[in-house]
């Protein structure tokens, strides 16, 4: 099993910045990769960035030259830097851990821009 922590969600006006974090713990072993996803009201959810532990980013087309995806290994930890925030940025921010097959979910990290 493996547990996710995230933080560092708020409120935050248009244009404005946020890091959100997210903590891995627990069975943690080899190549694994961890997302970022976010679901706002009545939407599905949406995955916004991707890492792997190779050190592999992916981006989606509406936050890319905006959001940063990183990692710190030795801590099992993924951030997201997110500049430059629309009132569209608005959502829930999950983050999820792969490994080996089986896919754990953090609870879930509440951001809100205002316009």
């Known amino acids: 099993q493996v547990q996710l922590v995230e933080s560092g969600g708020g409120l935050v006006q248009a244009g404005g910045s946020l890091r959100l974090s997210c903590a891995a713990s627990g069975n943690i072993f080899g190549l694994n990769v961890m997302k970022w996803y976010r679901q706002a009201p009545e939407k599905e959810r949406e995955l916004v960035a991707t890492a792997s532990s190779g050190g592999i980013t992916h981006y989606a087309d509406s936050i890319k030259g905006r959001f940063t995806i990183s990692r710190d290994n030795a801590k099992n930890t993924v951030y997201l830097q997110m500049n430059s925030l629309k009132p569209e940025d608005a959502a829930v921010y999950y983050c999820?851990?792969?490994?080996?097959?089986?896919?754990?979910w953090g609870q879930g990290t509440q951001v809100t821009v205002s316009s």
């Open positions: 999820s851990f792969y490994q080996a097959g089986a896919t754990y």
